[in-house]
Nanobody, 124 residues
Framework: QVQLVESGGGLVQAGGSLRLSCAAS????????MGWFRQAPGKERELVAA????????IYGDSVKGRFTISRANAKNTVYLQMNSLEPEDTAIYYC?????????????????WGQGTQVTVSS
């Protein structure tokens, strides 16, 4: 059974940093794409970042380019999202997601597995 468990969310002041973690279990993810999405109240879920578990290129949402970085630690079966220069507009629930295949997809509907989400709140 696939499980994705996020952690690392919290309350931070504008300009601060947080690192989110996504612990993946239940199968080998070597052929999977891993993504971070977020959803703010009243807004649609949007892509934050995605990467293939096997490495290679990454993609980012326009609003986070240059501030956020996605990475993974194979030995720990964990994907990270390093978030720097946080802004109040980054406040949302952040979700980890996975889909089979190497193509980096931006649409949330194309991802099969989801974590429960972790709240990130950025105060001004």
């Amino acid at each position: 059974q696939v499980q994705l468990v996020e952690s690392g969310g919290g309350l931070v002041q504008a300009g601060g940093s947080l690192r989110l973690s996504c612990a993946a279990s239940g199968r080998s993810f070597s052929s999977y794409t891993m993504g971070w999405f977020r959803q703010a109240p009243g807004k649609e879920r949007e892509l934050v970042a995605a990467m293939s578990w096997s490495g290679g290129p990454t993609i980012y949402g326009d609003s986070v380019k240059g501030r956020f970085t996605i990475s993974r630690a194979n030995a720990k079966n964990t994907v990270y999202l390093q978030m720097n220069s946080l802004e109040p507009e980054d406040t949302a629930i952040y979700y980890c997601a996975a889909r089979w295949g190497f193509v980096l997809q931006t649409e949330s509907a194309l991802y099969t597995y989801w974590g429960q989400g972790t709240q990130v709140t950025v105060s001004s």
